[in-house]
């Protein structure tokens, strides 16, 4: 079955809609994800992500066609879920719950699970098995839950905001584990977060979603190649713009950022210094107007 799998894109989804009350949450949503390949859907509070997850995890039930691993997610979640792991939140382990407990309740839920790969990790922390949650510090309770999530041998991850309420230290330090005790070939990882910048150098692709569609669907390297931003002295805004930015914000001293799309750096180089746009800079770009 895996070699199958493997071939295959692990996400296919078409004209996904998904409405609340007044509001569409999925607005004819379409996107794959392939095998191998760190996701990020990136997108403002409201804007689809955690709705396609969910739909993607059979969680809720959604109009259009969505294949996970091959599988329809509402009529074959059990089949799915054998193969997904799913993470919310690193901050949401109950504060009573023990370390052995931790690893007994895992065991007994997910059928992949691999205890004496957990204890291996952990073997390499400060945790002892008697240790409550609320005993620990965040670091610790960061370490706890990476030894569980690694311990599963998911053929999909997702990650909801996996560091919400984390300072930048353990946000650094999830995200690091997860590169190098983690990922291979074998695994994809879909992530949504609202730190745009801290797993920007993790990942292979970017989704954005806005108002329930997908606005930028790429590979990384084709953003690097896509995207230029021209620092613009005051004397060449005017000629600047005539090239088409897509964006501009203002700095100090008359000078001007502007970006462009599908623009050669070379036909930009004339107007000043080019480089390659952050994501979060690109992210602020496209979704102007949406917090209005």
């Known amino acids: 079955m895996s070699a199958v799998v493997d071939n295959l894109q692990v996400v296919h989804a078409r004209g996904l809609r998904k409405a609340y009350r007044n509001k569409l949450a999925l607005d004819g949503t379409s996107f794959r994800i392939?095998?191998?390949?760190?996701?990020?859907l990136i997108g403002p509070n409201g804007?689809?992500?955690?709705?396609?997850?969910?739909?993607?995890l059979g969680l809720i039930p959604f109009e259009g066609e969505l294949s996970v691993l091959g599988r329809d997610p509402r009529t074959q979640r059990d089949a799915l879920m054998n193969d997904v792991c799913f993470i919310a939140d690193v901050a949401v382990l109950p504060r009573w719950i023990r370390v052995s407990e931790a690893i007994d309740?895992?065991?007994?839920?997910?059928?992949?699970?691999?205890?004496?790969?957990?204890?291996?990790?952990?073997a390499n922390t400060q945790l002892k098995?008697?240790?409550?949650?609320?005993e620990m510090s965040k670091g610790m309770i960061v370490q706890l839950h990476l030894a569980l999530v690694m311990a599963i041998d998911a053929r999909l991850l997702v990650l909801d905001e996996p560091t919400l309420g984390l300072d930048i230290l353990y946000r650094k330090q999830f995200y690091q584990r997860l590169l190098e005790d983690y990922f291979d070939?074998?695994?994809?990882?879909?992530?949504t977060t609202h730190q745009v910048e801290e797993i920007e150098h993790i990942l292979t692709d970017v989704m954005f979603?806005?108002?329930?569609?997908i606005v930028l669907d790429a590979p990384m390297e084709d953003v690097?190649?896509?995207?230029v931003e021209v620092l613009v002295n005051a004397d060449r805004a005017e000629a600047a713009r005539q090239m088409g930015p897509i964006d501009e914000r203002a700095l100090p001293f008359g000078k001007t950022v502007m970006l462009f799309d599908g623009v050669s750096r070379a036909a930009l180089s004339s107007y000043g210094e080019t480089r390659t746009p952050g994501l979060a800079d690109l992210f602020v770009a496209t979704m102007k107007g949406t917090y209005a």
């Open 105 to 122: 309740f895992v065991a007994g839920v997910h059928p992949r699970f691999d205890r004496a790969k957990c204890e291996r990790f952990l």
């Open 47 to 56: 804007a689809g992500k955690t709705t396609a997850l969910k739909a993607m």
């Open 129 to 134: 098995p008697r240790q409550r949650v609320r």
């Open 34 to 40: 392939e095998a191998g390949r760190i996701v990020g």
């Open 185 to 191: 070939e074998q695994k994809t990882i879909v992530i």
């Open 209 to 213: 979603i806005r108002d329930g569609r």
């Open 224 to 227: 690097g190649e896509r995207f």
